[in-house]
C-alpha cells in the first residue's frame, strides 16, 4: 500500500502501481492543458493523493510547482501567484476559488483552473478557464512518454518568509530535495512496513521531505490525517509507526499529561516518579550517567513503565517507533518529559532554503535542547556574532527573481546565512536565538514582528508597540 486518505466516508487505499497510473494521467493532462518545459503550476489542495500525483507529474514533465498553504491570507497568495508567474493552479474545491479571486481579478499568468471538487462550478472565472479534475483526466490516455528533468532542474519553488518577513520563493533542484531526504534517512531509516500518518501541510518543506521523500525512499505508506479535530480518531484508527509534528503538538500532550495527572496527588506523583526514572534510564542507556550507579531506582522502571508510561503513549496508537519534531525548537523541559515516558522522540533544524533539513538528533544520540548534529555532507560554522552558516549539498538555487534577496542569503563561499544565532556544546548544535526580528512560533509557522508593530501603530490610539512569540504558539 501507498497511500491512504479518507473520502466519501471511508478510507480510499491505493498502491504504488494504481500510483503509477493516476501520475501518467496527471502527465499527459499537462500536455494536453499546454504546459511546458519550465512552467510554474501551483497547488492548492489539503494533504491528499492528488497533491503527490499532481506535484510527481508536474515535476517529471519538466514543470516547477509552487505549493500554496490553503489558510494562508489572499493577498500572500496573491503574491506568490504573481511572484512565481503560475499557469495553472489545482484547487480544492469551488469555496477555494474565493482565495484565488485577488490574483484573478488583477490579471497575472494563471490562465487555467482544475477543480478537484465541485466541477459543477466549470466555465470561466474573471475569464480563467475552470474545469472539473475528473474532466481532466479523463480525456487524458496517451503516453507521456519519458521524464523529462535532470537532478539539477529546479523541481518546486517554496516560498518562506526567510530572515525579512516578506515571502520568497526558494528554487529548490530535484538534486536538492533528495539529496537531503536520503541524508534524513541515515538519521531515520524508513522502513517498508512504516506507516507515516501526514498531518503538517506538504506545503511546508518540513513535511515534504519527511512524509512525502523519506517515506517513499522506504516504499512506507502514508495516511492523510483528515484534520485537527479528528486526530484522535485517526490516531486510534491508523496506529502510525512514524509521526511528524510542530511542537506545539507535543506541548499540548505535555499539558494534558500534567492536567489530568493534576486530579490526583498520587497519579501526578507516579507520572513525576517515572518521568524521572525514565530519563534517567535513558541518560544511563546512552553512557551519559553511571548505569550501576542509578540501579536501585530503575528496578522500579518495568512497574512504572507498565502502570504509567505505556498507558499514556497508548494515545499515539501503540506502535509508534518515531516521534519527529520539528519547524521551529521543542523545549526543554517538554523533550525530556516525553522521553523519559519513553516516547521515541528525535528532532531537528532546518530551513526552506537548505531543503530544509540542516541537523537531527538520533535515538542513540539525543540531548534535548539540542537539535542535534549536521547531517552527513553539510558543514557548519559560526560567525563573530553568532550566526549559524551552512553549506549543503540542498542548497537552494537562490530566490525566484530576487537576485538580490539571493546575494544576502547566500555568500560568495556558497554559505546560506540562517538569521539563527547558535552555539556547540559537545558537538550538538543548540539554536540560541534569531539575528533579524522574526518569531518563529512553537507552530513552525513565522511572522514579521515589524510588520505586526506597524500595523497596530497605524491605529492613533497607539504610539508604541512589541510583538512577541518566539517558541509560543501564537503573537
Same mark, same amino acid.
Given at each position: 500500500?501507498?497511500?491512504?486518505?479518507?473520502?466519501?466516508?471511508?478510507?480510499?487505499?491505493?498502491?504504488?502501481?494504481?500510483?503509477?497510473?493516476?501520475?501518467?494521467?496527471?502527465?499527459?493532462?499537462?500536455?494536453?492543458?499546454?504546459?511546458? =518545459?519550465?512552467?510554474?503550476?501551483?497547488?492548492?489542495?489539503?494533504?491528499?493523493? =492528488?497533491?503527490?500525483?499532481?506535484?510527481?507529474?508536474?515535476?517529471?514533465?519538466?514543470?516547477?510547482?509552487?505549493?500554496?498553504?490553503?489558510?494562508?491570507?489572499?493577498?500572500?497568495?496573491?503574491?506568490?501567484?504573481?511572484?512565481?508567474?503560475?499557469?495553472?493552479?489545482?484547487?480544492?474545491?469551488?469555496?477555494?476559488?474565493?482565495?484565488?479571486?485577488?490574483?484573478?481579478?488583477?490579471?497575472?499568468?494563471?490562465?487555467?483552473?482544475?477543480?478537484?471538487?465541485?466541477?459543477?462550478?466549470?466555465?470561466?472565472?474573471?475569464?480563467?478557464?475552470?474545469?472539473?479534475?475528473?474532466?481532466?483526466?479523463?480525456?487524458?490516455?496517451?503516453?507521456?512518454?519519458?521524464?523529462?528533468?535532470?537532478?539539477?532542474?529546479?523541481?518546486?519553488?517554496?516560498?518562506?518568509?526567510?530572515?525579512?518577513?516578506?515571502?520568497?520563493?526558494?528554487?529548490?533542484?530535484?538534486?536538492?530535495?533528495?539529496?537531503?531526504?536520503?541524508?534524513?534517512?541515515?538519521?531515520?531509516?524508513?522502513?517498508?512496513?512504516?506507516?507515516?500518518?501526514?498531518?503538517?501541510?506538504?506545503?511546508?518543506?518540513?513535511?515534504?521531505?519527511?512524509?512525502?521523500?523519506?517515506?517513499?525512499?522506504?516504499?512506507?505508506?502514508?495516511?492523510?490525517?483528515?484534520?485537527?479535530?479528528?486526530?484522535?480518531?485517526?490516531?486510534?484508527?491508523?496506529?502510525?509507526?512514524?509521526?511528524?509534528?510542530?511542537?506545539?503538538?507535543?506541548?499540548?500532550?505535555?499539558?494534558?499529561?500534567?492536567?489530568?495527572?493534576?486530579?490526583?496527588?498520587?497519579?501526578?506523583?507516579?507520572?513525576?516518579?517515572?518521568?524521572?526514572?525514565?530519563?534517567?534510564?535513558?541518560?544511563?542507556?546512552?553512557?551519559?550517567?553511571?548505569?550501576?550507579?542509578?540501579?536501585?531506582?530503575?528496578? $522500579?522502571?518495568?512497574?512504572?513503565?507498565?502502570?504509567?508510561?505505556?498507558?499514556?503513549?497508548?494515545?499515539?496508537?501503540?506502535?509508534?517507533?518515531?516521534?519527529?519534531?520539528?519547524?521551529?525548537?521543542?523545549?526543554?523541559?517538554?523533550?525530556?518529559?516525553?522521553?523519559?515516558?519513553?516516547?521515541?522522540?528525535?528532532?531537528?533544524?532546518?530551513?526552506?532554503?537548505?531543503?530544509?533539513?540542516?541537523?537531527?538528533?538520533?535515538?542513540?544520540?539525543?540531548?534535548?535542547?539540542?537539535?542535534?548534529?549536521?547531517?552527513?555532507?553539510?558543514?557548519?560554522?559560526?560567525?563573530?556574532?553568532?550566526?549559524?552558516?551552512?553549506?549543503?549539498?540542498?542548497?537552494?538555487?537562490?530566490?525566484?527573481?530576487?537576485?538580490?534577496?539571493?546575494?544576502?542569503?547566500?555568500?560568495?563561499?556558497?554559505?546560506?546565512?540562517?538569521? =539563527?544565532?547558535?552555539?556547540?556544546?559537545? =558537538?550538538?548544535?543548540?539554536?540560541?536565538?534569531?539575528?533579524?526580528?522574526?518569531?518563529?512560533?512553537?507552530?513552525?509557522?513565522?511572522?514579521?514582528?515589524?510588520?505586526?508593530?506597524?500595523?497596530?501603530?497605524?491605529?492613533?490610539? $497607539?504610539?508604541?508597540?512589541?510583538?512577541?512569540?518566539?517558541?509560543?504558539?501564537?503573537?
Amino acid at each position: 500500500m501507498a497511500y491512504s486518505e479518507f473520502d466519501d466516508g471511508k478510507w480510499r487505499n491505493v498502491t504504488w502501481r494504481e500510483m503509477e497510473r493516476i501520475v501518467t494521467r496527471y502527465r499527459v493532462a499537462l500536455d494536453q492543458a499546454g504546459m511546458k =518545459d519550465g512552467d510554474r503550476v501551483a497547488i492548492l489542495l489539503p494533504n491528499c493523493i =492528488d497533491w503527490i500525483a499532481f506535484d510527481i507529474a508536474a515535476m517529471a514533465n519538466g514543470l516547477i510547482t509552487v505549493p500554496l498553504y490553503l489558510q494562508d491570507s489572499e493577498a500572500n497568495i496573491d503574491f506568490v501567484l504573481s511572484n512565481c508567474g503560475a499557469r495553472l493552479c489545482l484547487v480544492e474545491s469551488v469555496q477555494r476559488l474565493e482565495a484565488l479571486k485577488p490574483a484573478l481579478a488583477g490579471g497575472g499568468t494563471l490562465s487555467q483552473i482544475w477543480l478537484r471538487r465541485n466541477g459543477e462550478a466549470q466555465g470561466q472565472v474573471y475569464g480563467r478557464k475552470v474545469r472539473s479534475l475528473g474532466e481532466v483526466l479523463d480525456l487524458a490516455e496517451d503516453d507521456p512518454g519519458p521524464i523529462r528533468c535532470a537532478p539539477k532542474d529546479i523541481a518546486t519553488i517554496i516560498h518562506t518568509s526567510g530572515t525579512t518577513g516578506r515571502p520568497k520563493g526558494a528554487m529548490l533542484s530535484h538534486h536538492a530535495l533528495l539529496w537531503d531526504a536520503e541524508a534524513v534517512a541515515e538519521n531515520v531509516p524508513p522502513l517498508t512496513s512504516d506507516v507515516f500518518l501526514s498531518l503538517l501541510p506538504i506545503s511546508h518543506a518540513f513535511e515534504r521531505t519527511m512524509s512525502y521523500h523519506l517515506a517513499m525512499m522506504g516504499g512506507s505508506r502514508v495516511v492523510f490525517a483528515r484534520a485537527i479535530e479528528t486526530l484522535k480518531q485517526d490516531i486510534s484508527e491508523v496506529r502510525p509507526t512514524i509521526l511528524v509534528a510542530v511542537p506545539r503538538l507535543y506541548e499540548r500532550l505535555y499539558e494534558a499529561i500534567l492536567h489530568e495527572a493534576s486530579q490526583s496527588s498520587l497519579k501526578s506523583w507516579l507520572v513525576k516518579m517515572t518521568v524521572a526514572i525514565g530519563w534517567r534510564r535513558f541518560e544511563a542507556r546512552r553512557g551519559r550517567v553511571n548505569m550501576f550507579s542509578q540501579m536501585p531506582s530503575l528496578l $522500579f522502571w518495568p512497574l512504572l513503565e507498565r502502570l504509567v508510561a505505556r498507558p499514556i503513549l497508548q494515545a499515539f496508537g501503540g506502535r509508534l517507533r518515531v516521534a519527529a519534531s520539528g519547524g521551529a525548537q521543542l523545549s526543554t523541559e517538554v523533550s525530556q518529559f516525553l522521553i523519559g515516558l519513553g516516547l521515541p522522540l528525535v528532532e531537528g533544524y532546518g530551513l526552506t532554503e537548505a531543503a530544509p533539513v540542516v541537523s537531527g538528533t538520533t535515538f542513540e544520540d539525543n540531548l534535548p535542547g539540542s537539535v542535534g548534529k549536521p547531517l552527513r555532507g553539510i558543514e557548519t560554522r559560526l560567525t563573530a556574532e553568532g550566526e549559524l552558516l551552512i553549506r549543503t549539498p540542498a542548497l537552494m538555487q537562490g530566490y525566484w527573481n530576487d537576485p538580490k534577496g539571493t546575494a544576502s542569503a547566500i555568500d560568495e563561499e556558497g554559505w546560506l546565512h540562517s538569521g =539563527d544565532t547558535a552555539e556547540f556544546r559537545e =558537538d550538538h548544535l543548540f539554536i540560541t536565538g534569531r539575528l533579524k526580528d522574526v518569531i518563529v512560533l512553537s507552530t513552525g509557522k513565522k511572522a514579521a514582528a515589524t510588520e505586526i508593530e506597524a500595523a497596530i501603530q497605524a491605529d492613533p490610539l $497607539f504610539e508604541q508597540c512589541c510583538a512577541l512569540g518566539d517558541n509560543r504558539p501564537f503573537v
